[in-house]
């Protein structure tokens, strides 16, 4: 299967847009800081919650708690789909029961990238809420997850996918459709 490059769908001040407007709805609707906490989902979902976090302090001049978590052991694809399993570091270095958390990841597709992150969450504690914000939501969900902050709807079809580089990995901020169909 090769990729072809369709288009670029965000480049670097888009999402700097983005990235803003999503710290501001989490800030509003979970009415200011009180019991808000970030867990980015590894890889690219660490870094947009970093930059979340610090738009966030930005806003409010206070820092918000931020954690990191890998959910390559908990996805029920694990032993078909991943042939090499890269698992990286959980790092939620705060309690969660009773917070409110916003899960954020970079791009969301058929949902079970979240119910694994939903399964994990579990055995650090019970939150009091947990919120979903997503860089892109290309469509195509095989569970009912939904977002709560989309920073892009791109509706996409099976042989097309979505690829985030991000400049702390890959040296740019881009978002950009591929064409996987040949």
Do not use: W
């Amino acid at each position: 299967m090769t990729e072809n490059f369709k288009a670029q769908i965000l480049n670097k001040s888009d999402m700097g847009r983005i990235i803003t407007r999503l710290a501001h709805e989490i800030l509003e609707k979970n009415r200011g800081l009180e019991k808000l906490v970030l867990i980015g989902l590894r890889t690219r979902g660490a870094y947009l919650a970093e930059r979340i976090s610090h738009k966030i302090q930005e806003i409010e001049g206070r820092e918000v708690p931020t954690g990191f978590l890998d959910v390559t052991l908990y996805r029920d694809d694990f032993r078909t789909r991943l042939k090499q399993p890269s698992v990286e570091v959980t790092n939620i270095p705060f309690a969660i029961d009773e917070e409110n958390i916003v899960l954020i990841d970079d791009v969301l597709y058929t949902g079970r990238t979240i119910r694994a992150a939903l399964d994990a969450l579990m055995d650090f504690g019970r939150p009091a809420r947990i919120y979903l914000a997503i860089l892109v939501d290309r469509g195509h969900r095989e569970l009912p997850i939904k977002a709560d902050f989309v920073g892009k709807n791109i509706p996409t079809s099976f042989g097309e996918e979505i690829k985030v580089k991000l400049q702390e990995i890959d040296g740019e901020d881009s978002v950009n459709l591929i064409d996987i169909s040949n």
